[in-house]
């Protein structure tokens, strides 16, 4: 069963959302093509989330007791990684937020397994401002993967 952590708008400016540990601002950096395909960047403390608009885009969180079984027929773009929350509280934002006013998140502290799933990808206008793209990302106890592994891939341009 899961927890709703956050259900709502968040502006993906420079098509970016992140989930951070409150007390480490770092996020992952490495910016390659490869990273951007998955849609995923995991750092120490943190991930990135690559969304398909530059607009404001609706996002849920969930939280579960254990890592949830992947429906991979329900997404067109599915990937999971692990990072570390010594606090027990995530920020959550799009990359020029400002992180004062921020969602903050309660969750285990410890490492936390992470899976961000896309859909409605196929629905984005010609000048990519408007879609029914949707972002749900998935929180667990415990270590994810080691780096970013792609369950489902959708091809991007």
């Not at 939280?63 to 999971?80: F, I, K, N």
């Not at 993967?145 to 792609?150: L, M, N, Y």
Request: aromatic share 8%; with cysteine; charged share 25%.
């Amino acid at each position: 069963m899961a927890s709703l952590l956050f259900e709502g708008e968040l502006f993906a400016d420079y098509f970016q959302i992140y989930l951070r540990d409150e007390d480490h601002p770092d996020l992952p950096d490495d910016y390659t093509d490869e990273t951007i395909a998955r849609r995923l960047m995991a750092g120490p403390h943190a991930v990135v989330l690559h969304t398909a608009r530059n607009m404001t885009v609706p996002v849920r969180v969930e939280w579960h007791a254990e890592r949830p079984a992947p429906a991979l027929d329900d997404w067109q773009h599915v990937a999971e990684t692990g990072f570390d929350c010594p606090t027990g509280r995530l920020v959550l934002a799009g990359l020029t937020d400002y992180e004062a006013t921020s969602p903050r998140l309660e969750v285990t502290t410890g490492p936390l397994g992470v899976r961000v799933n896309l859909s409605g990808l196929d629905t984005l206008s010609e000048n990519g401002l408007e879609g029914d793209d949707q972002y749900l990302v998935q929180l667990w106890p415990g270590a994810g993967p080691d780096g970013v592994r792609v369950l489902k891939a959708w091809p991007w341009p």
